[in-house]
Structures are given as structure tokens and as C-alpha cells.
């Protein structure tokens, strides 16, 4: 378990070393705000690693906000880490601003040599919501724009591909949440593609993953209830959401979707320990009314058909 006694930990996100450690990065705020709402305005991206995913060892913050005026002088947010074939290290991440009142969600990237020294690789964004495919915050059917939790890694095409969570223009606002796509040849410059998935009942399909768990492609994200269509709601056991697909691309049979069987487990995803030991690991939300904010200790997880399930 990661649990800090000052500060409230939530998405988080891994990648695994030369040496066998698996390197955690998180969002973490003060618990000195009392009230864990105001958490979001105030996210930096902390870092820690581990063998065996229960003992954690605390290393610097990886990234905070930038000085203003900045895309990401607001609050830096959910990401992940690849390494590209120059052996460089980067992590793409979310960015909101002061100036556009946190509203306005942006993807951009930091590299580093060693995973603990991480510098942003230019002081504009890399890709933000097309209004071509996207909804945008001026159409006033959410609060925000969503373009976050940048999902990347190397398809079979040879190509890269970040899966970001995102809304389309039109539909139900409670049920336009889908997944965003953007692909680069080079990890620096990056072109947004339409959506990869249709609506399906979630407002935001909230830090998305994707995974072959014993041969079948799955799709992972969370969303919780007041977030979701009356079906999905009533269908939910948590907040984690499975779904089978075809690749790692998709297409996916979101009627097969389901939920793992967790009350409070957020922003969780799939990691492989060892060849076919896959666990699930993400932060425990809201117990008994009151907000946690604490990595769980990793969850084992196995396939039963085209579903997943705690065992």
C-alpha cells in the first residue's frame, strides 16, 4: 500500500526498469486543503518504486506545475510513461490552466534519462480536442473539455498511439463519453484521429488502459455512477470498467462490458508481475462517506472468457 500521511494519493500510473522495479508515478495534494474536492486544483505528479508493488520507496516529485502564464500552470494530471527507441523516457500528461479556470484539458509531454529527473520538452501542449470529432467547452454541455489521461504505447502497425479520455459533439451529454485517439511516428509530433469508440452510455470513460489479459485484448477504464446512463448505472458494481475487444485498437463489444466487483477501487490499472500474473492496482476512493486517497495493495486478476474478474 501506498498511504502518505500529508498528502492524498490517487490515478496513478507505472512502468517497469532495467533493474526489476516498477516505478510508480501519482497525483498527490496536501491534506492540509481539509477538503479533498479542492485536491484536483492543486495535483502535482509525485514518484515512487517498488519490487514487489507493497513496499514503496518515496523518490522525489516528478513534475508540478509550470509558472504562470502556462497551458499547465493549473494543476499537472494522469498520464503514462513509454520509452521511446532513443532510449529517452517520456511521460505524457495532462495540463489544465489558471487562465482558462482549470476547465481546459491538454496533453503534453517530459522526458528523462533516469525516470527521476524529468524536464518538460517545450512549453506548448502536444495535442488538445479537435472540435472536427471532440466536443469542446464552449458547447456548455459539461463543465470541462475533456482530452486527459493519455494512454500510449506501440501498436502492431509500428506506430504510436495515445488513447485519451474524451466526449463527441453530439448525443445524450450523461452518455458522449468515448476514446480519444491520436498517433505519431515519433512520439514528438502527433496528429488526433477521430474517436475509436462510440458513445455507449459513459459521460467520461475516465483513465483508459488497454491490455491482452491471456490472449484477449481488453479495454479498461472508471466511471463512477453519476456519471453514467441509467443502464450503465444500474449495471455497475463499482467504478472499474472492463471491456473485451478485437486488439488493443479495438473495435470493442461494449455489450459485454462489466465492472469489477470493488466499492471503492479508482483509476486502477492492469500490471503484469510476471508472464501471465496480472494484478490490478489503483487508489481507494470513498469508504463509509469519507474520501481515502491511498494505492491499494495490487489485486490479482484473471480472465474467465471475455471477462475479468478479482480473484
Known amino acids: 500500500m501506498l498511504k502518505l500521511p500529508d498528502h492524498w ?24 486543503l481539509i477538503d479533498p474536492d479542492r485536491r484536483h486544483r492543486r495535483a502535482s505528479i509525485g514518484h515512487a518504486r517498488s519490487r514487489d508493488l507493497v513496499e514503496w520507496e518515496l523518490l522525489p516529485d516528478a ?14 494530471w494522469t498520464g503514462s510513461v513509454v520509452r521511446g527507441d532513443d532510449g529517452l523516457w517520456r511521460m505524457f500528461y495532462t495540463g489544465v490552466s489558471r487562465g482558462e479556470d482549470w476547465m481546459v484539458q491538454r496533453v503534453g509531454v517530459a522526458t528523462s534519462r533516469d525516470l527521476i529527473t ?11 480536442a479537435d472540435p472536427r470529432w471532440y466536443e469542446k467547452l464552449d458547447s456548455g454541455q459539461w463543465h470541462d473539455e475533456a482530452w486527459r489521461d493519455p494512454w500510449v504505447f506501440r501498436g502492431d502497425d509500428d506506430r504510436w498511439h495515445m488513447l485519451v479520455t474524451a466526449r463527441v459533439t453530439d448525443g445524450e451529454p450523461i452518455g458522449r463519453g468515448v476514446i480519444g485517439h491520436a498517433v ?7 496528429t488526433v484521429e477521430p474517436p475509436l469508440s462510440a458513445p455507449a ?47 488493443l485498437l479495438g473495435p470493442w463489444d461494449f455489450e459485454a462490458a462489466g465492472t469489477f466487483d470493488h466499492p471503492s477501487l479508482y483509476a486502477a490499472r492492469l500490471i503484469e508481475r510476471q508472464p501471465g500474473d496480472w494484478v490490478i492496482m489503483g487508489f481507494s476512493d470513498t469508504v463509509d462517506g469519507r474520501f481515502v486517497g491511498e494505492i491499494v495493495d495490487p489485486i490479482p486478476v484473471v480472465r474467465d472468457g471475455r ?5
Open 63 to 76: 513534475l508540478v506545475t509550470a509558472d504562470s502564464p502556462a497551458w499547465d500552470d493549473g494543476a499537472t
Open 307 to 311: 471477462s475479468l474478474r478479482l480473484a
Open 201 to 247: 452510455g459513459w459521460g467520461q470513460l475516465e483513465v483508459p488502459q488497454t491490455a491482452v489479459v491471456d490472449g484477449v485484448p481488453f479495454l479498461v477504464f472508471c466511471c463512477w455512477h453519476p456519471h453514467e446512463d441509467a443502464r450503465r448505472g444500474a449495471q455497475a458494481t463499482g467504478g472499474m470498467w472492463f471491456v473485451p475487444g478485437e486488439s
Open 9 to 32: 494519493v490517487w490515478d496513478s500510473w507505472s512502468v517497469r526498469d532495467d533493474e526489476g522495479y516498477t516505478h510508480l508515478f501519482f497525483l498527490r495534494a496536501s491534506r492540509a
Open 118 to 128: 524529468w524536464e518538460r520538452a517545450s512549453d506548448d501542449p502536444l495535442v488538445e
Open 184 to 190: 505519431s511516428d515519433d512520439l514528438s509530433s502527433w
